[in-house]
């Protein structure tokens, strides 16, 4: 996952909102999965569809 973040970070020209929201919505997801009070999944899908 980081690796994919730092790839959309380090590509050639303006950053890609779209990109970045991608990776962080996969981080959240499946960081969901591990710390379930905080309702991360949630979180990323209204990130997601903003």
Do not use: V
């Amino acid at each position: 996952m980081a690796l994919h973040l730092l790839q959309t970070a380090l590509k050639d020209g303006d950053l890609s909102e779209e990109d970045l929201k991608r990776n962080l919505f996969s981080i959240l997801t499946i960081s969901d999965q591990f710390i379930q009070d905080l309702d991360l999944k949630t979180f990323a899908r209204k990130l997601y569809s903003s």
